[in-house]
């Protein structure tokens, strides 16, 4: 064992673990999960299996679950073992905690209450996916899982429209077709996306293409398994929005609206129509 880690400093430790291969787990991760004092898991069946796979004994100490129905009663029990001077590390059932996962509260109040707080990072679907997607990843936005309501799932598509960087979504394989398809309605379907399956398992799978492809794709088979969504920011969208506006600002300037907006459309190359009503809503605004 690292001998660094041989006896924990008492605080908080946050470790990810594998989202699929057991062997992604770091060094770092099994030297706490060997010395923590108390162990938390959101599953500590899944946290037990992945002990025995690496030969860490549990031993006497204490292995608590912790999730999101039982975390009230159980945070306290965690922060008073940290009161104690020892030294306890989380898990969540895989990747890193806080991720679409539990253990942002615990973080809050151990820091809340003066305590270490200690990240051990490791493997997370989300950043796996993103480099596997074959999109740009110096900009992008996790939003985790959306609604599951159609409604409430487009207009939460609606508010990431505009986003500069390449979006990362969770989803289950259930509702991945009806996703994509909401997606590809609110963003259009030839933005450039790709769907992450089964990620570092043995039916690991990786779909590229546009949006409207992969809806059709998903729409025709059932896809099982773990998925991860990402979206390409695009060639229309803010980035267009932004020239649009500005070329309109310039051109109301010195023109009337109807003026401006020929102008603009022309230059851009664009439809006329929408280029109209923006310059209206720009000119409205700017009374
Ligand atoms: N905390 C985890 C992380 O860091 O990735 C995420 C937990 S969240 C409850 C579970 C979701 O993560 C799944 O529904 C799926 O969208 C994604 N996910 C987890 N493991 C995956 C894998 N091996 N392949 C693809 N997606 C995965």
Same mark, same amino acid.
């Given at each position: 064992m690292n001998p660094v880690e041989s006896k924990l400093t008492p605080g908080l430790y946050l470790i990810a673990t594998p989202?699929?291969?057991?062997?992604?787990?770091t060094l770092r991760a099994l030297d706490i999960l060997a010395a923590a004092d108390v162990l938390a898991a959101e599953d500590t069946r899944s946290l037990r299996k992945l002990m025995d796979i690496h030969g860490v004994a549990l031993g006497e100490r204490l292995l608590i679950s912790y999730h999101d129905h039982n975390a009230i009663k159980v945070r306290p029990r965690l922060i008073a073992a940290l009161e104690a001077g020892k030294s306890v590390v989380y898990a969540s059932e895989?990747? %890193? &905690?806080?991720?679409?996962? &539990?253990g942002y509260d615990l973080a809050r109040a151990t820091v809340a209450a003066g305590h270490m707080l200690i990240s051990a990072p490791g493997p997370s679907a989300a950043v796996t996916a993103l480099t596997l997607s074959?999109? &740009?990843?110096e900009r992008f936005f996790f939003a985790g899982f959306l609604p599951n309501s159609s409604t409430k799932r487009k207009s939460a598509i609606r508010e990431l429209a505009k986003v500069p960087g390449t979006l990362i979504l969770y989803e289950s394989p259930r509702r991945t077709a009806a996703m994509l398809k909401d997606a590809a309605e609110v963003l259009g379907g030839d933005r450039p996306a790709a769907l992450c399956r089964e990620? %570092? +398992? +043995?039916f690991e799978e990786v779909l590229r293409g546009t949006l409207a492809e992969l809806a059709e794709q998903a729409a025709e088979r059932t896809l099982k398994g773990e998925i991860v969504v990402l979206v390409g920011q695009g060639d229309s969208g803010n980035v267009r929005e932004i020239d649009i506006d500005r070329a309109l600002q310039t051109a109301l300037e010195g023109h009337s609206v109807r003026d401006a907006a020929d102008m603009v459309a022309a230059e851009l190359g664009l439809k006329r129509r929408p280029v109209y009503q923006r310059a209206l809503e720009l000119a409205k605004g700017a009374e």
């Open positions: 989202i699929g291969a057991a062997r992604d787990i895989a990747g %890193t &905690p806080m991720i679409s996962d &539990p074959g999109l &740009p990843a990620l %570092t +398992k +043995k």
